[in-house]
């Protein structure tokens, strides 16, 4: 085995400094924690909306029809703030649900890391996304001849990594990874090698499965690799496949010594990682390998200058397949158990157990949960074990799947984590995990009376709104803010977040003064914070170094309060008989007041040629192309509109 000094293994290790997720029954990793330590299971019926599972499920197996009728689906799917993301709602509509939630999970995820878009933009971050499907397009394209309009093009699967690169202004590589259910797996290990090599300074690494046709699992269900029950039984002798779920979710990385010198908050840290594919080590290219998944093994620990022995835990691939199970914990067995002691199990678990498979994204969910696991020390319980695959050699292995809950072993130095995932294409992925530990802990030393200010913002009114309650709630009684320095909140706050045009300013010397302002009491005043903050108010830089001196900690803050509606395809909500409503809603492509040019949002004289022809079909009268052509603000339009339908009328 290759072996580093730890000053390499340092310079080669990478930080996890941001984590957000979607998945079902959780809306982020600390929800998600809470589904996995209450032992809960977030299965569902598959909802109407999806398709109709009364008409194509079948308890026995059938061609054409699907073996289970539960899955793991998240809420809101429709769900989207078009206006954050400077859309109109004609293009919030039309494209892809897995781009839309993609963008506002990626902005969690680098809310959560405390990194400034503003201050990346231009950057060559990088942004790798695993996935595999595609069904809002093929939905649409199924239609008929005449759906296939150029909107589409919005959703071709290249555009998911493209669109969040564009909206940060990433310069970097901006990739779609698909290699089955290994995908998401595969871009962290990508997104680790382009941090490696020095190509980008951040990356984000993501995982996104948003299934909207029944199609896949017709496939699976043929191939009796869907479960029955919808659940996923790993390592179980009843084992019969497993049930899919979504899932949405993003890391961002940085390399160890950039994090460590730039004050990042560090969840955990990627030792090494590899890939490999099984190639004609089993009899067929679907047929999983036991051969493939030692080799990568291997290779995974000699990329991180780690004995296999010292892995504590592993976040298996943990699907439920009566075929790939037995293999999975035969080669974790022999790789990890060589050498290790009797009295220290290699503890295994399947977070799809709890939430079901998210295929291309379901390599991520497992290295949340695996990351949750370091953070707190501890490996939740693994579901729906009944009987012990016999094709197991339990009693020869060292390894235990576990019931309930057990903490991690103390070994005097930081923990270790693997993660796996395996993909139909034959590719294996291994990612190798530690704890991080910091030099000192953080610490909320008792209040020393000096007034600190607290400058929040928003996109909107009512998002700010929003927001100055999230943050009063934090900083109230019971809060979590409470556990952290008020000085360290309020510089995470000014230097850490992205300044919107909608801001609030409040100074205070304790949590309760600045949660009392917050809720309209006025606070602690005095310059020059008094002056700054109304700086800050007004729009203005503020030299938040010079104001705090000395640079505080990055302590986790609320996130950002989403103004989401609903978009759907065929879904409208304007009064039908708004012409300008209709008009906006229909060419518009960004965002947009009664001052925006009509030019400005995308309606240029072509358009103006073709919206005068439907304007006087829907009124029923003559329009003057040239009075039409004359408008120029959305302002204008609602007007000429106006008058027109009252003409008609």
């Not at 000094?5 to 998945?23: E, F, H, P």
């Not at 996304?129 to 093009?153: C, I, K, W």
Request: charged share 20%; glycine share 10%; net charge negative.
């Amino acid at each position: 085995m290759t072996r580093y000094r730890k000053s390499d293994v340092d310079a080669r290790s990478v930080a996890v400094i941001g984590m957000a997720c979607r998945l079902p029954g959780a809306s982020g990793p600390s929800d998600l924690w809470d589904l996995l330590k209450a032992g809960g299971s977030s299965l569902s019926e598959t909802p109407a909306d999806r398709f109709d599972v009364d008409a194509l499920h079948s308890p026995e197996p059938r061609r054409g029809r699907i073996a289970g009728r539960r899955a793991g689906y998240i809420d809101g799917v429709a769900d989207f703030d078009a206006d954050f993301f400077h859309m109109s709602a004609t293009e919030a509509t039309e494209l892809d649900p897995q781009q839309r939630l993609l963008l506002m999970t990626a902005w969690e995820a680098l809310e959560d890391a405390g990194q400034r878009t503003d201050l990346l933009a231009g950057s060559r971050s990088a942004v790798f996304v695993g996935n595999t499907r595609a069904d809002s397009l093929e939905a649409a394209l199924r239609q008929g001849p005449e759906s296939a309009t150029a909107a589409q093009l919005h959703n071709f699967r290249s555009l998911l990594p493209a669109r969040i690169s564009h909206f940060f202004d990433f310069r970097g590589p901006s990739i779609v990874v698909d290699t089955a259910c290994s995908s998401s797996l595969v871009a962290v290990h990508q997104a680790v090698q382009s941090l490696r090599s020095g190509e980008s300074p951040l990356a984000l690494a993501a995982g996104v499965n948003i299934a909207l046709r029944p199609d896949e699992s017709l496939v699976l269900s043929h191939a009796g690799a869907m479960s029955s029950d919808g659940r996923c039984k790993f390592g179980d002798a009843d084992a019969d496949g497993y049930a899919p779920s979504d899932a949405v979710a993003v890391v961002v990385l940085k390399r160890l010594t950039d994090a460590l010198n730039d004050g990042d908050r560090i969840h955990a840290v990627i030792r090494g990682s590899a890939i490999g594919n099984d190639g004609r080590t089993s009899d067929t290219v679907l047929n999983p390998s036991l051969q493939g998944q030692l080799d990568v093994l291997r290779w995974a620990y000699e990329d991180a200058g780690l004995d296999p022995s010292d892995v504590d835990y592993v976040e298996a691939h943990g699907a439920g397949s009566p075929a790939l199970d037995p293999l999975e914990l035969s080669a974790l067995g022999e790789v990890m158990g060589a050498g290790r002691p009797a009295d220290r199990p290699l503890l295994v678990g399947s977070v799809k157990t709890n939430i079901g498979h998210a295929e291309a994204g379901g390599g991520l969910a497992g290295l949340i949960k695996a990351v949750l696991c370091l953070k707190h020390g501890e490996v939740p319980a693994s579901l729906n074990l009944q009987t012990p695959h016999p094709r197991v050699d339990w009693d020869g292995l060292p390894l235990v799947v576990p019931d309930k809950a057990q903490p991690l072993p103390d070994c005097g130095r930081p923990a270790v984590a693997g993660v796996s995932g395996q993909g139909s294409s034959s590719l294996n992925a291994h990612v190798v995990l530690s704890q991080f530990e910091p030099t000192a802990p953080l610490t909320n030393p008792a209040p020393d009376g000096t007034p600190y200010v607290l400058a929040l913002s928003a996109h909107s009114t009512a998002a700010l709104q929003d927001l100055a309650r999230s943050y009063a709630d934090y900083l109230g009684p019971g809060g979590t803010g409470q556990a952290y320095a008020l000085r360290d909140i309020c510089f995470s706050a000014a230097t850490r977040r992205r300044h919107h045009d909608h801001r609030i300013a409040v100074v205070g010397s304790s949590h309760g003064e600045l949660a009392a302002a917050l809720a309209g009491t006025v606070a602690v005043g005095g310059r020059p914070l008094s002056a700054a903050a109304d700086r800050f108010r007004r729009g203005e830089e503020v030299d938040w170094t010079a104001l705090f001196g000395e640079a505080g900690r990055y302590v986790p803050l609320p996130a950002y309060p989403w103004q989401t509606k609903r978009y759907w395809p065929g879904e409208t909500h304007e009064d039908e008989t708004d012409l300008a409503a209709w008009v906006l809603r229909e060419h518009a492509r960004t965002s947009f007041d009664d001052n925006s040019t009509l030019t400005e949002i995308g309606i240029d004289s072509l358009a103006k040629l073709r919206i005068v022809v439907e304007l006087g079909r829907r009124s029923q009268r003559e329009v003057d192309p040239e009075g039409f052509g004359r408008l120029r603000t959305v302002g204008e339009l609602r007007q000429w509109t106006r008058a027109l339908l009252a003409a008609a009328r």
